[in-house]
C-alpha cells in the first residue's frame, strides 16, 4: 500500500494522513444525511445504510485478498481442526468491534457538532489506551516504557477534551444529563477499553520470527463484527413479531428495510468512507514498536483534528454551524499534545533503530 518501510515515521504519518482524509468524509457525510442536513434521513435510518457500506467495503478486501490466512503463534487442536491460536481472543475483540462500530455513528447523530462527538469519544480511547500500557507492563506483556512526553500530551489531549465537554452554553446539548447519550458513550469506552487490550495483546506477545500480521487480525475481527451485526440486526427486525416489542428507533430500523429512504445509495456509498477509517485506525493503534499511549494519541488526536476540518467544509459548503471559541480553544491544546509527541517519536525512532543495531551484531 505504501512504499515507506514498515515501523518507519514515514509509514506513520501516511497512515494518518488517510486516516484524516477518510475522517473528514465521515463527519461531514454523517450531518449531510441527517438531521437538518439535505437528506432529511432519520438517525437509525442513516445508521443502517452506513454500517452495510462500511462493513461490506472492509469484507470485500479481506476475502478478495485473504487477508485472515493469520499468521500465528502456534496451531490449536478443536475438534478434527487445527486452528491459530489467536482466534481465541481476535474474535472477542470482534464482538466488541460489532458495539464500537453502530456507537461511533450514534455519537455523531446527537445534537452536538461533529467536533465535541470526536473529542469526547477521542478523550476516553486516550485514557484507556494509556491504561492498557500500565496493565501490560505490569503483566511483563508489554516491555517498552511510556515516556514522558507521551504522558504529557495524555494531559494535553484531555484537557482539550474538557474544554469541549464542560465549555457548555446555555443553547448547548446537555450531554451529561442525556440518558441516550450517556449509554452511548459507556458502551462505546467498554466496547473499545477490551479492544485496546487485545489489540496490544496481539502486539506485544509475537514469537520470534512470527510477523506482526496486522492484516490478519483486521480480517478475523471484521468478519466476526459482521457476523454479529447481522445477528442482532435480525434481531431487532424481529422483535415486534417475537418479543412484541416495538419502540420508535425500532419502527424507523425496520421501515429502513422495508421503506428504504429515497437516498438510502448515496448514503450506503457514504459509509464505505467510515469502513475505510476502519482500516487505518486498526492499522495504527496495533503500528510496530509504539506504546498504546503514542498509538491512541496518534490516532485519536488525528480524528480530533480531521473534526475540525468536517466541521468547517460542512459549514461552508452546506451552511452549517462553525466552530466554536471552545472547539479553538481544545484545537490549541491538541496542537501542543501533537508537539509533545512529536519529541516522543523522535525518541521511539531512536530506541528502535539501536535496538536494531544491537541486534545485527
Not at 492484516?215 to 451485526?229: C, D, K, P
Request: aromatic share 16%; net charge positive; hydrophobic share 50%.
Amino acid at each position: 500500500m505504501f512504499k515507506s518501510s514498515e515501523g518507519s515515521t514515514a509509514r506513520l504519518l501516511q497512515l494518518c494522513m488517510a486516516y484524516f482524509v477518510f475522517y473528514v468524509i465521515t463527519g461531514i457525510t454523517v450531518k449531510y444525511f441527517t438531521g437538518s442536513g439535505f437528506g432529511g434521513m432519520e438517525e437509525t435510518e442513516f445508521l443502517v445504510f452506513s454500517t452495510i457500506g462500511g462493513n461490506a467495503i472492509c469484507l470485500l478486501v479481506v476475502l478478495a485478498f485473504r487477508w485472515y490466512r493469520i499468521k500465528t503463534n502456534k496451531l490449536v487442536k478443536v475438534g478434527h481442526f487445527k486452528l491459530p491460536y489467536e482466534l481465541l481472543y481476535i474474535i472477542p475483540s470482534g464482538i466488541f468491534t460489532a458495539i464500537v462500530i453502530p456507537t461511533t455513528t450514534l455519537m455523531y447523530t446527537l445534537p452536538i457538532s461533529v467536533m465535541v462527538a470526536m473529542v469526547i469519544m477521542r478523550a476516553s480511547v486516550i485514557v484507556i489506551s494509556r491504561v492498557v500500557d500500565a496493565i501490560q507492563i505490569k503483566q511483563n506483556i508489554l516491555k517498552k516504557k511510556v515516556y514522558a512526553e507521551e504522558n504529557i500530551a495524555v494531559a494535553f489531549a484531555l484537557i482539550a477534551a474538557g474544554v469541549n465537554l464542560y465549555w457548555v452554553g446555555d443553547t448547548d446539548f446537555d450531554f451529561v444529563n442525556s440518558l441516550p447519550a450517556v449509554i452511548i458513550l459507556i458502551s462505546y469506552i467498554v466496547a473499545y477499553s477490551f479492544r485496546i487490550y487485545i489489540m496490544n495483546y496481539y502486539k506485544n506477545t509475537r514469537a520470534p520470527g512470527v510477523a506482526l500480521d496486522n492484516n490478519g487480525f483486521f480480517a478475523i475481527e471484521q468478519i466476526t463484527a459482521t457476523i454479529v451485526i447481522v445477528i442482532v440486526a435480525i434481531f431487532i427486525f424481529n422483535s415486534p413479531t417475537w418479543f412484541n416489542a416495538q419502540t420508535e428507533q425500532i419502527s424507523i430500523f425496520r421501515n429502513a428495510f422495508i421503506t428504504p429512504h429515497s437516498l438510502w445509495f448515496p448514503a450506503t456509498l457514504a459509509g464505505v468512507a467510515f469502513g475505510m477509517v476502519a482500516f487505518f485506525s486498526v492499522f495504527i493503534f496495533m503500528y510496530k514498536g509504539r506504546t498504546a499511549t503514542f498509538a491512541g494519541l496518534v490516532n485519536r488526536l488525528t480524528s480530533l483534528v480531521a473534526g475540525t476540518m468536517a466541521t468547517l467544509i460542512f459549514a461552508v459548503w452546506y451552511g452549517g454551524k462553525y466552530p466554536k471559541q471552545q472547539d479553538w480553544v481544545s484545537l490549541i491544546f491538541i496542537f501542543v499534545a501533537v508537539g509533545f509527541l512529536s519529541i516522543a517519536e523522535r525518541k521511539r525512532t531512536l530506541e528502535l533503530t539501536t535496538s536494531g543495531n544491537n541486534n545485527h551484531k
